[in-house]
């Protein structure tokens, strides 16, 4: 697995643009079923420009065991020509049946977010497949994901992204990823490739809170 992840890195990195992320994901409990995620992101053009600023918030209810729906925003603000922007999406994760110590998760995602240009911005409908390796007991959690993009307005599908990546457990509820991320313009020549590290941590409910919803 993890051979087939660094050869597809290798082979994928060789051409077009490039772009760095570095960002901080923390998740808090808000109740039994909601949650916050709060995720600065620093973006740079080829390791030393600054490219943009990103702040992702997100608000997720555990609808079922192995469903949930949420609501984002992310506010952006492009250094090269101050441009300021707002994006919102509506979305659901969706687990699915585990293939051994592998997890099978889905996303569906309806959102006005471009993930590189403004000048590209429109209404799409997301569909996203996540396969991770995830054996308890283990630091380790490499896993891949595809992404395809259906834009409302043209009626079809314009863009996909594959990502594929390592998370490295470094403590109780942190979580460093590092990945790469190439997104793919499907009627036209263009692509677009993405290195990211990622420090994630969650926060824990508080034993008073967690009493006084099993009330």
Same mark, same amino acid.
């Given at each position: 697995?993890?051979?087939?992840?660094?050869?597809?890195?290798?082979?994928?990195?060789?051409?077009?643009?490039?772009?760095? @992320?570095?960002?901080?994901? /923390?998740? *808090? &409990?808000?109740?039994?079923? %909601? !949650?916050?995620?709060? =995720?600065?992101?620093?973006?740079?053009?080829?390791?030393?420009?600054?490219?943009?600023?990103?702040?992702?918030?997100?608000?997720?209810?555990?609808?079922?065991?192995?469903?949930?729906?949420?609501?984002?925003?992310?506010?952006?603000?492009?250094?090269?020509?101050?441009?300021?922007?707002?994006?919102? @999406?509506?979305?659901?994760? /969706?687990? *699915? &049946?585990?293939?051994?110590? %592998? !997890?099978?998760?889905? =996303?569906?995602?309806?959102?006005?977010?471009?993930?590189?240009?403004?000048?590209?911005?429109?209404?799409?409908?997301?569909?996203?497949?996540?396969?991770?390796?995830?054996?308890?007991?283990?630091?380790?959690?490499?896993?891949?994901?595809?992404?395809?993009?259906?834009?409302?307005?043209?009626?079809?599908?314009?863009?996909?992204?594959?990502?594929?990546?390592?998370?490295?457990?470094?403590?109780?509820?942190?979580?460093?990823?590092?990945?790469?991320?190439?997104?793919?313009?499907?009627?036209?020549?263009?692509?677009?490739?993405?290195?990211?590290?990622?420090?994630?941590?969650?926060?824990?409910?508080?034993?008073?809170?967690?009493?006084?919803?099993?009330?």
């Amino acid at each position: 697995f993890l051979s087939l992840v660094f050869c597809t890195i290798g082979g994928n990195a060789q051409s077009g643009d490039f772009y760095v @992320s570095t960002a901080i994901d /923390i998740s *808090l &409990p808000l109740s039994k079923n %909601f !949650k916050l995620g709060v =995720k600065p992101d620093l973006r740079f053009n080829r390791f030393n420009n600054y490219e943009e600023y990103r702040l992702n918030l997100d608000l997720q209810y555990q609808l079922l065991k192995w469903a949930e729906i949420g609501a984002g925003y992310r506010y952006g603000e492009i250094a090269k020509n101050s441009i300021k922007y707002s994006r919102y @999406s509506l979305f659901s994760n /969706i687990d *699915l &049946p585990s293939i051994g110590a %592998f !997890k099978n998760s889905g =996303k569906i995602t309806y959102s006005n977010e471009n993930d590189f240009e403004t000048d590209d911005a429109t209404n799409y409908l997301r569909y996203k497949y996540k396969l991770e390796y995830n054996k308890k007991d283990a630091f380790f959690f490499p896993y891949i994901s595809y992404e395809w993009f259906r834009s409302q307005e043209l009626e079809a599908f314009d863009k996909r992204r594959f990502e594929c990546g390592m998370g490295i457990d470094v403590g109780k509820r942190q979580l460093v990823t590092i990945f790469y991320q190439k997104q793919t313009w499907l009627l036209r020549d263009k692509h677009r490739s993405l290195w990211g590290i990622e420090y994630a941590y969650k926060f824990k409910k508080s034993k008073k809170k967690a009493k006084d919803e099993s009330k």
